[in-house]
Structure formats: C-alpha cells, structure tokens
C-alpha cells in the first residue's frame, strides 16, 4: 500500500508531513497509552484528534482503519513491509516497542513477562474500570439496581489489590524497569479520579499503587503525552 493515497482516512485528517507516524487518538486512558509512548521514546508522529462522537468514530473514513470504531489507531508509513495501519491500543504499544527497541526487555522472559501485565491491563484492568465508570458515574449511575455497581466496585478493588500486592516489594516499576505494561496500566489506575471512584475502591488503601502511578506521572514525557491530541 502507499501512505496516504491507499487510506481512506486520510480523507477525512489529512497529514501534514506524510513521512511521519499518524496517530488518530482522543485523551482518554486507552488513548493516551500511546501518546505517551510516542514521547517516551521519541519517534516523531503527528496526532489526530479523533472524538468519541459518531461523526468521528463511526465515520467510514475511521472505520477503513480500525472497524471496531475505537480510538486510538495508527499509521505508520515506515513500517516492517511498507505503510502498516494498526489498531488496539495494545497491540501498537508492543508493536512500538519492538520497532525501536526500546520499553520492552529483549530477553524471551522479561518480554513475557511485561506482555503479561500489558494483557492484564486489556483483559481486566480496561474492561472493568470502564464499566465502574460507567455505573458509577455515566449513564448507568441512573440504574436503580445497586448490583452493577456493586460487582465493578469489587472487581476494582480486587485488581488494586492484586497490583498493591506486586507493588509491595519496593519495585519501582510492575514488571522490573519502565516499560510498555507501565504506560498500559497507569492511565487506567489514573482513571479512578477522573470517575470519581477512588474513595470508593479504598484508593488510599493501596500506598504502593498511589506511589506507582504518582512516579509514572512525574515523568516529562507522560506529562506531555497525557493531553494529546488536546481536547480543545
């Protein structure tokens, strides 16, 4: 394929420079996974904002690239065999991370090991903390039955507990040093204010967390990726 001619998206946001990486993101959790990566390690990108409205994520120019209609996508026009789309925030952390060579051990066990916690976060961490959102504080707030909110309140705390309980040991950092599972996880923990929920998970009952995610947002290159693209 040729970047841009052979994507639809390109339609609809147009690149300014089509020799770089073009994230189509929105500051949310999953978003900023990999923003955030982008300015750890430094691979020049343009980003796209890309609203959580129907015009922007249902639109056919979004659904050529990701047909699940959910931010973030990519496309890098570097890629192994030419311009390569990609989808799931997961998926193009590790695929960054192999690209540069950086934020993912080259060792076959430490590889495994922060895939692992990577996954932990798509398989558990994001789907629950975003239904404790929703039942907490959006629309499903209004649902009279106290048992959706209940049962993602306690999965909630039973995640924190099992990351408190890795934490404990004085690590810095979940998997050894800095890497993708970090940028995968701390968004989502950081998601606990923005719902309003962290009193009600027992947040302050989870001090190594607290500190966990404290450190990650004291990085300079979180602190730029953390609002891009900009909300306004």
Sequence with gaps: MNFPDDFPITR????????????????????????????????????????????DVKSPEFLSLNPNS????II??????????????????????????????SDAAGRAKVIQWVMFQMGGVGPMFGQLGFFYKFAGSKVEDPLPRERYI?????????????MSD??????GDYSIADIALCPWLNALNFYGAREVVGWDDHPHVVKWVDRFYARPAVQRGKNIPARD
């Design 12 to 55: 609809k946001w147009s690149p300014h420079d089509a020799s770089k990486l073009q994230l189509y993101s929105f500051p949310t959790p999953n978003g900023v996974k990999v923003s955030i990566m982008l300015e750890e390690i430094g691979l020049p990108y343009e980003a796209h904002k890309v609203t959580l409205a129907d015009a």
């Design 70 to 73: 959910k931010i973030p996508a």
């Design 76 to 105: 890098d026009p570097n890629g192994p065999s030419g311009p390569l789309g990609l989808f799931e925030s997961g998926a193009i952390l590790i695929y960054l991370a192999e690209k540069t060579a950086k934020l993912l051990p």
């Design 154 to 166: 306690n999965e909630a705390k039973r995640l924190l507990d099992v990351l408190e309980g890795e």
């Design 170 to 175: 004085g690590r810095d950092w979940i998997a």
